[in-house]
């Protein structure tokens, strides 16, 4: 007697992120040297505008999962224009050790509020999406072949 087994094949998404989470990660560069520059509400805003701009991205190419290496991706990008924007504004010897502390203690705050943002709004796009979409499952008998 032959015991039988089922193999599910399913297609996963091949969207890619790449391109607008680099885009993003300019942006929000862009954001946080001017709030360390000039500090103004509108900085706070465009970085807001553009955290759920590509949390509608991600949810809606279901590419959830993405949110949690944004933040990294984000750094990256800021983390030397950081220091420089603090040198520039606070003086060379306090505005590089005033850049290290936003770059290290206040990377932590602004990358969980960047998950917890951009992946809230990324879980709503893709609730509201709709469930699983061409997902096909394709089942084989024992002894039978794919073609």
């Known amino acids: 007697m032959v015991a039988g087994f089922v193999v599910t094949v399913s297609q996963r998404t091949r969207a890619g992120v790449s391109g607008p989470l680099v885009l993003w990660a300019i942006a929000m560069a862009v954001v946080l040297v001017v709030g360390v520059v000039a500090p103004s509400g509108g900085d706070v805003l465009s970085g807001f505008a553009a955290s759920a701009l590509l949390g509608a991205y991600l949810g809606a190419k279901r590419r959830v999962g993405t949110v949690l290496i944004a933040p990294v ?6 983390a030397f224009p950081l220091v420089v924007a603090s040198m520039v504004h606070s003086g060379v010897v306090k505005g590089f050790f005033l850049g290290v502390l936003y770059v290290t203690v206040g990377w932590v705050g602004v990358a969980l509020g960047e998950v ?4 809230f709004v990324a879980l709503v796009v893709r609730a509201l999406s709709g469930g699983r979409r061409d997902r096909p499952e394709v089942y084989f008998r ?3 072949r794919p073609r």
């Open 116 to 119: 917890l943002f951009v992946g």
């Open 142 to 144: 024992p002894g039978e």
């Open 73 to 78: 991706v984000s750094w990256l990008f800021a």
